[in-house]
C-alpha cells in the first residue's frame, strides 16, 4: 500500500523521485520479506535455498531505493559513492544467482527447526557458506558510508531541517544498515540461532523514510495552502492598486496576465497572449522605446522599467508604468519575463499640464536640488541662458551665476537651504542680480525663489526674468533725466551768471592790486621785504580761489555721468553759498546756516545735490525780492532725522499758495514770468533717484520751506 | 599834496580785497584805514576827519549808497568814491548824484584808483576850506547886531541907503551910520566886496 501510494505520488510529480526510490525500496523489504517468511514456513530445503536467492535479489531493490532515497532526498551524497555501492550490490546479485544455491549458502544441507515468538519455524541448520557473501557484505559497507557521509554533510550544511533529517534519516538508516547485514552475517557464521529476519531492520528503515517523506507531504500541502492564500493576497492587492501582474514565458512565448492585468490592456479575460499581441496593445509612437527597453532588460543586468501608452480597444489612451525582472536559467539565458504594469495615466496627464505650465511660463524656471544641481529647466531657460535643457539638467546652478560671484554663491545657497524662510528674504535684497549665459554675457536678472518639499527632498524653483531690456530703459530713462537735469543747472547758473562774474572779480581785483602795490613797494627804500612776502601770500590764495569758482562753476556745466561719493552735505552747501554769496549780498539777503557739529554723510552725487541746493536757494531768494529789508533772511540747516539727514531751505518770502505744495514739483509748474518750470521737478527726481524726497510747506514763521531728505550714509569719523 | 593828517578810509566786505586795495594806497604813501562793514566805519567815523572814502556798493548790512546817504545826513565833508564789482547804470547815476568823486569798477587800475583818490582828497580840501571860511565869514557876521544884519541884508539886495531907511522907518543917516560900521566890522571896502562876502557865506 505504502509503495503505491508513493508510486502515486511519484506520478503526480515527476521530480519526487525520493518518492520513486522509497517505493522501490519498499517493494525490495516487501519482496525480502516475502522470501522470508518462505524460508521459515517450509520443509523443503530446495524451497528454502530458492526463497534465500530471491531474498538477495529483492536487497538489490532496497539498496537502490536506499541509494536514490538519499540521492534525492538529501542530495548531498556522493555520486562515486553511490555508483560504486550499487555496482558492488549488482555483482553480489550477479554472485547470488550464479555461484551455489544463495550468496548466502553455497548449498544448505539441512533445516533445522526452532521457536520463534511462540511459532515454530524453519531456518537452515546445516549449509555450506558460500564465499561470495563478503561481496555483498562490501556492498553494504560501501551503502553505509554513502549514507553516512552524505548524512554527515546534510548536518555541516548548517540548516535546522537539514540536521534533523541527517540525524534522524541518517541515523536510522545507518543503524538498520549496520543491524540487518549484521544479523543475517552472524546468522550465516553459526553465531546466532535465529530465523532469517533481515527485512525487520529494514522495516525500520521504511518506518523512518516514511515518516519523513509524509512530512514532506504534510509540508507540501501546507505549502501549497500557504502559497494559495498568498496568491488571493497578491491578486486582492493588485487589484485594489490596479496593478497588472504578468509573466512573459520566453520560451513558450506566452504571457500570463491574470484578471486586473487584462483589464489594465484591455484584453479579453481568455485571450492568449503572447508578445505580438502585448505589441499590438502598445501605442505605435512608443513601440520602439518599449522594444528597447525589453532588449535592455533581457541583456541585463538593470531590471526593466518602461512608461508607455496604450491604446485601448475604445480608442482611447491609457499610460503605463511597467516594473519587471528577468530570470535566467543555469546558462544565463532569460527565460522569463515577470513583472507589475500600473495605469499612471493620471500622473502622466498631471505631469503634462505641470510641463505645459513650466514651458509656457514667460519666466525662465530652474529648479535645483539641496545639492545645488539643476533637475529642470524650461524653454525660456534655455533662452536666457543659451544652453540647451540636455546641458543644463544635472549640472550645478552655478553654471548660470557669474565667476565673479563662485566664491560666495554655494554659501548663499546653502543658507537658504537651511532656512529658505529667511533666505528669500535676502536674496537679493537691495542688489542687482546676474546670470550667466553661456557665452560668456552677464545678463541682469530678477529672481524669485519658492521652495517645496517632496518625498526626494528639498527643492527649490527658481522664477527668473532677464531684465536686460529694462536695464536698458532705466540706462536711457537715467540718461535723459542727466541730459534734464543738465539742462537745469545750465539754466541756473545763467541766472546766477552776475553773480558768479563777481566772484570771480573779486579775486582778480585783490590780485591786480596786490601786485601793483607790490611792484610800487619793491621801488622804494628800504625794501619791506615782508610786506612784499604778505602780498605775494594773499595772491597766490586768491588765485587759487578763483580756481575754485572755475572749478565748481565747470562742475555744475559739465554733462558728466552720476558720480556717486559720500558727501558732507554741509560741505555741499557751503560751496554753493559760495557761489551765491554775490548774489545774496546784492540782493541784500542775510544767509544764517546751522550746521551740525560731528558732520554728517550722504551718498550722492555731488554736482546733482547741489544743483538741488543752487536751485532752492536760488527760489528762496526770488521769493524774498518784495520782502521788506529785514526779512530777507534765508536759513539752511541740517539735521539727522532718523535715519535720514535732512537739509532745511527756509526763506521769509510769500510762502506757498495755500495747496500747491504738491503741484510745485510737478513739470512746467512756474509762478515766475521767464521760468520753465522745470527747476523744481527737475529737483524732486534728483532726490528720489537718490532715494530721497523733497517736500515743502510753508513754515510757521512765514515763507516756504522746503526740506531735502537723503539716506543717512553713517557718520564722518566712526 | 597830502596833508599829514588826510586819511584814506576804505570800507569791503571781502577782506582779501580790502587788504589788497589797502595795500595799493600805503605803498602810494597814504595812511589807509580799512573797515569790512559800513556799521563799523560808521560807528569810528568823525565828521570833520579829514581825508576820503572808498567804498564797496554791494555789502551785507549797510550798502555804500546807504553810507554815502549817511555821509550826507551827518554833513560829513568826506568825498566818496565808489568801487564795485559791478556798477550797474542807475545805480552809478545814483552814486554821482549823490556827490561820488568817482565811481571805479574793480578790478581797478593803480592810476585810476590813485587818481580818484588824490582828486577825492583835492575836493575834500576844498570843502574843508569852503567850510572853515564860510564858518569865518558867518563869524564875521555874528558880530552884526540886529539892526546891522538888517541894514546886511538890504544892502545885499542892492538897494540905496534912502531906499533903505525908508524901508527900516528910519533916517538915511542914521543907515550910513549902520553901513559904515557893517563895512568896518566886516572888514570890507565896498558893497561889492560886501556882496562876495555873503556868497562865502552861503
Same mark, same amino acid.
Given at each position: 500500500?505504502?509503495?503505491?501510494?508513493?508510486?502515486?505520488?511519484?506520478?503526480?510529480?515527476?521530480?519526487?523521485?525520493?518518492?520513486?526510490?522509497?517505493?522501490?525500496?519498499?517493494?525490495?523489504?516487501?519482496?525480502?520479506?516475502?522470501?522470508?517468511?518462505?524460508?521459515?514456513?517450509?520443509?523443503?530445503?530446495?524451497?528454502?535455498?530458492?526463497?534465500?536467492?530471491?531474498?538477495?535479489?529483492?536487497?538489490?531493490?532496497?539498496?537502490?531505493?536506499?541509494?536514490?532515497?538519499?540521492?534525492?532526498?538529501?542530495?548531498?551524497?556522493?555520486?562515486?559513492?553511490?555508483?560504486?555501492?550499487?555496482?558492488?550490490?549488482?555483482?553480489?546479485?550477479?554472485?547470488?544467482?550464479?555461484?551455489? %544455491?544463495?550468496?548466502?549458502?553455497?548449498?544448505?544441507?539441512?533445516?533445522?527447526?526452532?521457536?520463534?515468538?511462540?511459532?515454530?519455524?524453519?531456518? +537452515?541448520?546445516?549449509?555450506?557458506?558460500?564465499?561470495?557473501?563478503?561481496?555483498?557484505?562490501?556492498?553494504?559497507?560501501?551503502?553505509?558510508?554513502?549514507?553516512?557521509?552524505?548524512?554527515?554533510?546534510?548536518?555541516?550544511?548548517?540548516? +535546522?531541517?537539514?540536521?534533523?533529517?541527517?540525524?534522524?534519516?541518517?541515523?536510522?538508516?545507518?543503524?538498520?544498515?549496520?543491524?540487518?547485514?549484521?544479523?543475517?552475517?552472524?546468522?550465516?557464521?553459526? $553465531?546466532?540461532?535465529?530465523?532469517?529476519?533481515?527485512?525487520?531492520?529494514?522495516?525500520?528503515?521504511?518506518?523512518?523514510?516514511?515518516?519523513?517523506?509524509?512530512?514532506?507531504?504534510?509540508?507540501?500541502?501546507?505549502?501549497?495552502?500557504?502559497?494559495?492564500?498568498?496568491?488571493?493576497?497578491?491578486?486582492?492587492?493588485?487589484?485594489?492598486?490596479?496593478?497588472?501582474?504578468?509573466?512573459?514565458?520566453?520560451?513558450?512565448?506566452?504571457?500570463?496576465?491574470?484578471?486586473?492585468?487584462?483589464?489594465?490592456?484591455?484584453?479579453?479575460?481568455?485571450?492568449?497572449?503572447?508578445? /505580438?499581441?502585448?505589441?499590438?496593445?502598445?501605442?505605435?509612437?512608443?513601440?520602439?522605446?518599449?522594444?528597447?527597453?525589453?532588449?535592455?532588460?533581457?541583456?541585463?543586468?538593470?531590471?526593466?522599467?518602461? =512608461?508607455?501608452?496604450?491604446?485601448?480597444?475604445?480608442?482611447?489612451?491609457?499610460?503605463?508604468?511597467?516594473?519587471? /525582472?528577468?530570470?535566467?536559467?543555469?546558462?544565463?539565458?532569460?527565460?522569463?519575463?515577470?513583472?507589475?504594469?500600473?495605469?499612471?495615466?493620471?500622473?502622466? *496627464? #498631471?505631469?503634462?499640464?505641470?510641463?505645459?505650465?513650466?514651458?509656457?511660463?514667460?519666466?525662465?524656471?530652474?529648479? !535645483?536640488?539641496?545639492?545645488?544641481?539643476?533637475? @529642470?529647466?524650461?524653454?525660456?531657460?534655455?533662452?536666457?541662458?543659451?544652453?540647451?535643457?540636455?546641458?543644463?539638467?544635472? *549640472?550645478?546652478?552655478?553654471?548660470?551665476?557669474?565667476?565673479?560671484?563662485?566664491?560666495?554663491?554655494?554659501?548663499?545657497?546653502? =543658507?537658504?537651504?537651511?532656512?529658505?524662510?529667511?533666505?528669500?528674504? #535676502?536674496?537679493?535684497?537691495?542688489?542687482?542680480?546676474?546670470?550667466?549665459?553661456?557665452?560668456?554675457?552677464?545678463?541682469?536678472?530678477?529672481?524669485?525663489?519658492?521652495?517645496?518639499?517632496?518625498?526626494?527632498?528639498?527643492?527649490?524653483?527658481?522664477?527668473?526674468?532677464?531684465?536686460?531690456?529694462?536695464?536698458?530703459?532705466?540706462?536711457?530713462?537715467?540718461? *535723459?533725466?542727466?541730459?534734464?537735469?543738465?539742462?537745469?543747472?545750465?539754466?541756473?547758473?545763467?541766472?546766477?551768471?552776475?553773480?558768479?562774474?563777481?566772484?570771480?572779480?573779486?579775486?582778480?581785483?585783490?590780485?591786480?592790486?596786490?601786485?601793483?602795490?607790490?611792484?610800487?613797494?619793491?621801488? /622804494?627804500?628800504? *625794501?619791506?621785504?615782508?610786506?612784499?612776502?604778505?602780498?605775494?601770500?594773499?595772491?597766490?590764495?586768491?588765485?587759487?580761489?578763483?580756481?575754485?569758482?572755475?572749478?565748481?562753476?565747470?562742475?555744475?556745466?559739465?554733462?558728466?555721468?552720476? #558720480?556717486? =561719493?559720500?558727501?558732507?552735505?554741509?560741505?555741499?552747501?557751503?560751496?554753493?553759498?559760495?557761489?551765491?554769496?554775490?548774489?545774496?549780498?546784492?540782493?541784500?539777503?542775510?544767509?544764517?546756516?546751522?550746521? +551740525?557739529?560731528?558732520?554728517?554723510?550722504?551718498?550722492?552725487?555731488?554736482?546733482?545735490?547741489?544743483?538741488?541746493?543752487?536751485?532752492?536757494?536760488?527760489?528762496?531768494?526770488?521769493?524774498?525780492?518784495?520782502?521788506?529789508?529785514?526779512?530777507?533772511?534765508?536759513? !539752511?540747516?541740517?539735521?539727522?532725522?532718523?535715519?535720514?539727514?535732512?537739509?532745511?531751505?527756509?526763506?521769509?518770502?510769500?510762502?506757498?499758495?495755500?495747496?500747491?505744495?504738491?503741484?510745485?514739483?510737478?513739470?512746467?509748474?512756474?509762478?515766475?514770468?521767464?521760468?520753465?518750470?522745470?527747476?523744481?521737478?527737475?529737483?524732486?527726481?534728483?532726490?528720489?533717484?537718490?532715494?530721497?524726497?523733497?517736500?515743502?510747506?510753508?513754515?510757521?514763521?512765514?515763507? #516756504?520751506?522746503?526740506?531735502?531728505?537723503?539716506?543717512?550714509?553713517?557718520?564722518?569719523?566712526? | 599834496?597830502?596833508? +599829514?593828517?588826510?586819511?584814506?578810509?576804505?570800507?569791503? =566786505?571781502?577782506?582779501?580785497? @580790502?587788504?589788497?586795495?589797502?595795500?595799493?594806497?600805503?605803498?602810494?604813501?597814504?595812511?589807509?584805514?580799512?573797515?569790512?562793514?559800513?556799521?563799523?566805519?560808521?560807528?569810528?567815523?568823525?565828521?570833520?576827519?579829514?581825508?576820503?572814502?572808498?567804498?564797496?556798493?554791494?555789502?551785507?548790512?549797510?550798502?555804500?549808497?546807504?553810507?554815502?546817504?549817511?555821509?550826507?545826513?551827518?554833513?560829513? %565833508?568826506?568825498?566818496?568814491?565808489?568801487?564795485?564789482?559791478?556798477?550797474?547804470?542807475?545805480?552809478?547815476?545814483?552814486?554821482?548824484?549823490?556827490?561820488?568823486?568817482?565811481?571805479?569798477?574793480?578790478? !581797478?587800475?593803480?592810476?585810476?584808483? $590813485?587818481?580818484?583818490?588824490?582828486?577825492? @582828497?583835492?575836493?575834500?580840501?576844498?570843502?574843508?576850506?569852503?567850510?572853515?571860511?564860510?564858518?569865518?565869514?558867518?563869524?564875521?557876521?555874528?558880530?552884526?547886531?540886529?539892526?546891522?544884519?538888517?541894514?546886511?541884508?538890504?544892502?545885499?539886495?542892492?538897494?540905496?541907503?534912502?531906499?533903505?531907511?525908508?524901508?527900516?522907518?528910519?533916517?538915511?543917516?542914521?543907515?550910513?551910520?549902520?553901513?559904515?560900521?557893517?563895512?568896518?566890522?566886516?572888514?570890507?571896502?565896498?558893497?561889492?566886496?560886501?556882496?562876495?562876502?555873503?556868497?562865502?557865506?552861503?
Amino acid at each position: 500500500m505504502l509503495a503505491l501510494m508513493h508510486l502515486l505520488a511519484w506520478c503526480q510529480d515527476r521530480r519526487g523521485w525520493a518518492h520513486l526510490s522509497f517505493s522501490i525500496m519498499v517493494l525490495g523489504v516487501l519482496g525480502l520479506a516475502v522470501c522470508e517468511l518462505m524460508i521459515m514456513r517450509t520443509d523443503s530445503l530446495r524451497t528454502a535455498g530458492e526463497a534465500v536467492r530471491w531474498g538477495h535479489g529483492f536487497t538489490l531493490l532496497i539498496t537502490a531505493g536506499c541509494l536514490g532515497f538519499v540521492h534525492f532526498h538529501f542530495r548531498t551524497g556522493r555520486r562515486w559513492l553511490l555508483l560504486l555501492a550499487l555496482g558492488l550490490r549488482l555483482l553480489a546479485v550477479v554472485a547470488n544467482f550464479t555461484t551455489g %544455491s544463495s550468496l548466502h549458502f553455497r548449498a544448505v544441507h539441512q533445516l533445522g527447526k526452532m521457536t520463534f515468538l511462540g511459532e515454530e519455524v524453519s531456518v +537452515p541448520a546445516v549449509w555450506e557458506p558460500n564465499p561470495w557473501l563478503r561481496l555483498g557484505q562490501l556492498a553494504a559497507l560501501v551503502l553505509l558510508i554513502y549514507v553516512v557521509d552524505a548524512a554527515r554533510k546534510l548536518w555541516r550544511g548548517g540548516s +535546522p531541517e537539514g540536521r534533523r533529517r541527517a540525524i534522524l534519516l541518517g541515523g536510522s538508516m545507518a543503524f538498520f544498515l549496520v543491524v540487518a547485514p549484521a544479523s543475517g552475517g552472524l546468522m550465516a557464521a553459526g $553465531l546466532l540461532r535465529i530465523p532469517m529476519l533481515v527485512s525487520f531492520p529494514f522495516l525500520g528503515m521504511v518506518l523512518a523514510m516514511g515518516y519523513e517523506l509524509s512530512r514532506d507531504v504534510l509540508r507540501a500541502a501546507r505549502l501549497t495552502t500557504d502559497l494559495q492564500m498568498t496568491e488571493t493576497r497578491l491578486s486582492q492587492a493588485a487589484r485594489a492598486a490596479r496593478l497588472g501582474l504578468w509573466e512573459w514565458n520566453l520560451l513558450t512565448d506566452r504571457i500570463w496576465i491574470p484578471e486586473e492585468g487584462r483589464r489594465l490592456y484591455g484584453v479579453a479575460p481568455d485571450e492568449i497572449i503572447t508578445i /505580438q499581441r502585448f505589441a499590438s496593445t502598445v501605442h505605435p509612437e512608443d513601440r520602439a522605446a518599449v522594444n528597447v527597453a525589453v532588449a535592455a532588460a533581457l541583456a541585463g543586468p538593470d531590471p526593466y522599467a518602461a =512608461d508607455y501608452r496604450i491604446v485601448l480597444p475604445d480608442g482611447r489612451i491609457r499610460w503605463i508604468g511597467a516594473h519587471g /525582472q528577468v530570470e535566467r536559467d543555469a546558462e544565463g539565458k532569460p527565460v522569463l519575463l515577470r513583472g507589475v504594469s500600473i495605469d499612471i495615466t493620471e500622473r502622466r *496627464q #498631471a505631469e503634462d499640464r505641470f510641463r505645459i505650465v513650466v514651458e509656457a511660463s514667460p519666466n525662465a524656471l530652474i529648479v !535645483v536640488d539641496e545639492e545645488g544641481r539643476i533637475v @529642470l529647466a524650461n524653454a525660456q531657460a534655455e533662452k536666457v541662458f543659451g544652453y540647451t535643457r540636455a546641458e543644463l539638467t544635472g *549640472q550645478s546652478m552655478e553654471l548660470l551665476v557669474p565667476e565673479r560671484y563662485h566664491d560666495r554663491h554655494p554659501c548663499h545657497r546653502q =543658507d537658504y537651504f537651511k532656512d529658505p524662510e529667511i533666505g528669500a528674504r #535676502a536674496m537679493g535684497a537691495g542688489r542687482d542680480l546676474f546670470g550667466w549665459h553661456k557665452d560668456g554675457r552677464e545678463v541682469p536678472v530678477e529672481i524669485g525663489l519658492s521652495p517645496f518639499r517632496t518625498s526626494e527632498g528639498l527643492f527649490v524653483l527658481a522664477s527668473i526674468v532677464d531684465i536686460t531690456e529694462r536695464k536698458q530703459t532705466e540706462q536711457e530713462t537715467l540718461r *535723459q533725466h542727466g541730459e534734464l537735469a543738465h539742462l537745469g543747472r545750465v539754466a541756473s547758473m545763467s541766472e546766477l551768471s552776475g553773480s558768479l562774474a563777481h566772484e570771480l572779480n573779486q579775486p582778480l581785483a585783490a590780485i591786480l592790486s596786490n601786485a601793483q602795490a607790490a611792484l610800487r613797494f619793491m621801488d /622804494q627804500e628800504p *625794501q619791506d621785504a615782508a610786506e612784499v612776502r604778505d602780498i605775494l601770500t594773499d595772491i597766490v590764495g586768491q588765485g587759487r580761489r578763483a580756481g575754485d569758482v572755475i572749478r565748481r562753476m565747470r562742475g555744475m556745466l559739465k554733462k558728466g555721468e552720476l #558720480a556717486m =561719493d559720500a558727501l558732507d552735505p554741509a560741505e555741499l552747501a557751503e560751496e554753493v553759498l559760495g557761489l551765491m554769496r554775490s548774489d545774496l549780498v546784492a540782493r541784500n539777503i542775510t544767509l544764517k546756516t546751522h550746521f +551740525p557739529a560731528p558732520p554728517l554723510t550722504v551718498y550722492g552725487d555731488r554736482i546733482q545735490l547741489q544743483q538741488v541746493l543752487l536751485n532752492l536757494l536760488a527760489n528762496a531768494c526770488d521769493a524774498m525780492a518784495g520782502a521788506p529789508a529785514d526779512r530777507r533772511t534765508v536759513t !539752511v540747516s541740517i539735521d539727522k532725522s532718523g535715519g535720514s539727514v535732512v537739509l532745511y531751505i527756509q526763506d521769509q518770502g510769500h510762502g506757498l499758495t495755500p495747496g500747491t505744495e504738491e503741484k510745485i514739483f510737478d513739470p512746467f509748474h512756474t509762478t515766475k514770468a521767464e521760468g520753465l518750470g522745470m527747476g523744481l521737478a527737475i529737483c524732486r527726481s534728483i532726490l528720489t533717484a537718490h532715494g530721497g524726497r523733497l517736500t515743502a510747506k510753508n513754515s510757521q514763521s512765514g515763507g #516756504a520751506l522746503f526740506c531735502m531728505e537723503l539716506p543717512l550714509h553713517g557718520t564722518k569719523d566712526t | 599834496m597830502t596833508g +599829514p593828517s588826510e586819511t584814506i578810509f576804505l570800507v569791503d =566786505d571781502d577782506g582779501a580785497v @580790502l587788504r589788497a586795495v589797502s595795500r595799493l594806497l600805503r605803498s602810494a604813501g597814504y595812511a589807509v584805514r580799512g573797515y569790512p562793514s559800513a556799521e563799523e566805519f560808521m560807528a569810528a567815523h568823525h565828521a570833520d576827519t579829514p581825508g576820503c572814502l572808498v567804498v564797496d556798493i554791494a555789502m551785507p548790512g549797510s550798502t555804500g549808497l546807504e553810507l554815502q546817504e549817511w555821509l550826507f545826513q551827518s554833513q560829513s %565833508s568826506l568825498p566818496v568814491v565808489f568801487l564795485t564789482g559791478c556798477g550797474d547804470v542807475p545805480t552809478t547815476v545814483r552814486a554821482m548824484k549823490g556827490g561820488a568823486v568817482d565811481f571805479l569798477t574793480k578790478p !581797478v587800475d593803480e592810476a585810476e584808483l $590813485l587818481g580818484a583818490v588824490s582828486a577825492a @582828497l583835492q575836493r575834500g580840501r576844498l570843502l574843508r576850506n569852503k567850510r572853515s571860511d564860510r564858518a569865518r565869514v558867518q563869524a564875521l557876521l555874528n558880530t552884526l547886531t540886529a539892526r546891522e544884519r538888517e541894514v546886511f541884508d538890504h544892502l545885499l539886495t542892492g538897494r540905496l541907503n534912502k531906499q533903505i531907511a525908508a524901508d527900516l522907518g528910519t533916517v538915511e543917516k542914521t543907515i550910513k551910520v549902520h553901513r559904515a560900521r557893517v563895512l568896518r566890522k566886516l572888514g570890507v571896502s565896498s558893497i561889492a566886496e560886501l556882496v562876495h562876502l555873503a556868497e562865502r557865506a552861503k
